[in-house]
């Protein structure tokens, strides 16, 4: 068995199964045996299976957030929000499982008719991250049921009972075994087992890069369909003519978000030189007032970190800074109730060079830069191998537009520090991965095209 431990107090929470490789097989197998009866159902009939299971979701939503606080940490009212936020694409999804249209070509030949259809790719599979253990879910086997292909998903083995319970829900509402499994156990096998069996026809992953490199590479071997979210490195931009109190307000709310463990969380911060000090002054005052804490309580609090290794890793980019004379204005260490909870903390007077400025850092860590011009702020923006979001602040309509242009990222938010919903593109460029998921363009990914001419109409 896997032990799901609750990071903010060490206690057990549960337990799910170390499967083996004959019973991830069996699910695979399932899962491509239901293709045909699934595909070959009424748009109508798999969306009303969706609808079924998000208004089963909708009145359970307290156990899923008790659980969701337990076994990742983030406070109740992150929980909900994020149960909001999930529920969104299975709505979305079930409303465009009836929207997969194609298009009449004119044709380029006498007598004949050019068509085009999509069809479901077949069977799929994805694995997922622990960070958001409900979204990251319903975001991929949503999308996938509509579009009428199968799906096996293999949860994070941090938060695999979220997991189980978002399978138990649909098999409650008629979502049949084979349609949508779920497997737990050694990550890499199981990543062996998806990518190798040339009958999945799609793997979608949430997750590092370089565990999105290896699948990539696997997959190349069965030319196997991909959709990858990577790491991220965000930057978060302030101009002289932002409104400072919204930046302010987009930062903190950004990068606190499930104690920063986000892959959109902002990672740079590049203030104008005009207004860093300001900033950071009203910025360290703000942060201040939020509470760390375990978080099964109403209020938003910072919750812990997933485990040791992400706590060491927070605390040893700290260090690399403070070796590098940064000034560390707060925060900085272990939180005083010890375990797994960090400090929200703010740098400044950081360079380039500090390994905070190229790694995610998956913490509570506010790094502030200094920058003096537009175009040097679009090229530290830009000078990342990631490329998933960047958040920028001005007034000015000219830079707004420039900005919007000039950065390397799959989203550029203006004025706003909130990014996700069912109805837009989510996803990246360069190393933060490919594909999109979310509005009408997520269930492109899980369709084929198929060109169809007829010809010799006249006879
Ligand atoms: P994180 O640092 O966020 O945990 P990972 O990329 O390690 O990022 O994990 C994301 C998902 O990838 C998890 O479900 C994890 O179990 C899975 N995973 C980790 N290593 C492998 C691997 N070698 N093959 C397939 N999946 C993996």
Redesign the pocket.
């Known amino acids: 068995m896997i032990e799901v431990l609750n990071p903010a107090n060490g206690t057990l929470v549960g337990e799910a199964p170390a499967m083996s490789r004959s019973e991830v097989n069996d699910a695979i197998e399932r899962t491509c045996a239901a293709f045909p009866a699934w595909s070959g159902k009424l748009a109508k009939e798999r969306s009303d299976l969706l609808r079924r299971w998000f208004e089963r979701i909708r009145d359970n939503k307290a156990a899923f957030a008790e659980l969701m606080v337990k076994e990742n940490g983030k406070c109740l009212a992150e929980a909900y929000g994020e149960i909001e936020y999930g529920l969104g694409f299975i709505e979305w999804y079930a409303e465009e499982a009836k929207r997969v249209y194609g298009d009449t070509i004119p044709s380029h030949a006498a007598h004949s008719a050019v068509t085009v259809v999509k069809e479901p790719v077949g069977p799929t599979a994805a694995?997922?991250?622990?960070?958001f253990p409900f979204m990251m879910i319903t975001r991929k086997i949503a999308t996938a049921l509509a579009a009428g292909c199968t799906m096996i998903i293999?949860?994070?083995?941090?938060t695999p009972l979220t997991a189980y319970k978002l399978l138990e829900t649909a098999r409650e509402v008629g979502i049949p075994e084979g349609v949508f499994e779920m497997v737990t156990g050694d990550?890499?096998g199981?990543?062996?087992l998806f990518t190798g069996d040339s009958r999945i026809r799609k793997l979608s992953?949430?997750?590092?890069t370089?565990?999105?490199r290896?699948?990539a590479s696997a997959c190349g071997q069965t030319l196997t369909k991909m959709t990858l979210e990577l790491g991220g490195n965000a930057p978060f931009i302030v101009f002289d003519d932002a409104d400072i109190e919204a930046a302010i307000e987009g930062a903190v709310g950004a990068k606190l978000r499930n104690s920063g463990q986000v892959c959109i969380s902002p990672n740079r911060f590049y203030v104008h030189t005009s207004i860093h000090d300001r900033f950071v002054e009203k910025l360290a005052e703000r942060v201040s007032r939020i509470e760390v804490s375990e978080g099964m309580r109403d209020d938003f609090v910072v919750g812990p970190m997933i485990n040791q290794a992400g706590f060491d890793k927070v605390a040893s980019l700290v260090e690399d800074a403070r070796q590098r004379d940064a000034h560390i204005i707060l925060g900085g260490q272990q939180h005083a109730q010890g375990g797994l909870f960090y400090e929200p903390t703010i740098i400044t007077e950081l360079d380039d060079e500090a390994e905070m400025a190229q790694t995610e850092i998956?913490g509570p860590v506010f790094p502030v830069y200094r920058f003096q011009t537009e175009a040097e702020v679009i090229e530290r923006a830009n000078a990342t191998e990631y490329g998933l979001v960047t958040y920028y602040y001005t007034q000015e309509l000219g830079r707004s537009f420039r900005l919007s242009r000039a950065l390397e990222a799959g989203m550029v938010i203006l004025n706003t520090g909130s990014v996700g919903t069912a109805s837009v593109p989510f996803g990246g460029v360069k190393q933060s991965g490919y594909g999109r998921e979310g509005s009408f363009y997520g269930i492109e990914e899980y369709v084929d095209i198929k060109y169809v001419l007829m010809s010799g109409l006249d006879r």
């Open positions: 694995i997922t991250p622990w960070n293999k949860p994070a083995e941090e990550p890499k199981i990543g062996e992953f949430t997750g590092s370089a565990v999105g290896l699948l998956f």
